[in-house]
């Protein structure tokens, strides 16, 4: 055990939190910084369900590089937009825009922004099917999954299909069908669990949001200065040109052009890009000449990599637009952590 010693304390209010600031001494570092935040929920960013890629738990590593105030921020390639939750959730945004090329995730999310109350309400009814579908709760899935296939596209069912699937990954064959299985081990995140969450998201978010379902260039031509743009498109090294989470891919010559246009016309923006795990390199750097400051930010073990007995830790890499490039932590003798953090001494 690694014993620390208090020897300053200061505790600061306002209105939205309380924060108490400590400075410790430990065996391996000179003097740390601890900041512990209660807010007015949960520590967490609140998120929808689970959703393979999610940037949530590497969220108050990126924020790091973006100032405490702007105008709006984009996600061309949202997801389930962590990204934007995080923000909004600190206030540091006045305004936002959801875009994914995939309709039914920003169904999802427009709908748990805008009718919350419906969408908890629409997903509990068909979450609470499964436990009296006649067949049992993995052949109710493969019956939703088919009725989405079909056309049925609420944003009820693609939560449960994202809630119930194997490791919340969505997957779509060369039909543009979603095919990924169920996990038979669970029955997807309960209308209990869901509600808390998706009544933050809302709060957060309802009134200050634009959604769209659009190809990331014209997202992108769309920004302006003031706002900052993050992006996490398909990782090339996971999937080269196309990636099941969208549809058609992005080509790495086309990203490097649409960024040049970017710092062109001076706007502001972060990218999660590529990355490594032990010793392997996950796709090609973004070239030198656009001027941007790379980092790695620690996402922990790899779950693979433990199964295989290695514990080879993975690192996601950010790259950080000339603009924001003064917002990066300053190298010094005293680290900050908070309850957004994942801390091992």
Known sequence: MIKSYLLWGQIITTRRYFEIRLIISKKFFNFAVVTIRKKEMKGFVPHIVQYQGSKRILAPQILRYMPRKFERLIEPFAGMAAITIAVAKQGRANRYVINDLNMPLVNILQSAIETP???????????????????????????????????????ANMLYLLARCVKGSVRYGSNGQFNQSPDKRRNGTSPKT??????????????????????????????????????????????????????S?????????????????????????????GDKQYGEDLPAELGLQKVLLN????????????????????????????????????????LFDQVVI
């Open 117 to 155: 109350n419906e969408l908890v309400a629409d997903y509990a009814t068909v979450w609470n099917e499964q436990f009296s579908f006649e067949q049992g709760s993995v052949n109710h899935f493969y019956k939703v999954r088919e009725d989405f296939n079909n056309g049925n596209q609420t944003a």
């Open 194 to 247: 869901l509600k808390p969450n998706v009544d933050a998201i809302s709060y957060y978010l309802k009134g200050r949001t634009e959604f769209m379902s659009k190809d990331y260039k014209e997202v992108l031509n769309e920004a302006r200065t003031g706002d900052i743009v993050y992006m996490d498109p398909p990782y090339q090294g996971v999937s080269n040109v196309r990636d099941c989470r969208y549809f």
């Open 249 to 277: 891919g992005i080509d790495f010559h086309d990203f490097v052009e649409a960024i040049e246009r970017l710092n062109h016309r001076g706007i502001d923006f972060l990218i999660s890009y590529d990355g490594k795990c």
């Open 299 to 338: 996402a922990g073990l790899s779950s693979q990599s433990v199964l295989l007995g290695k514990k080879e830790v993975t690192y996601e890499a950010l790259y950080i637009s000339p603009g924001l490039q003064q917002y990066a932590p300053k190298p010094s003798n005293t680290v900050e952590y908070s």
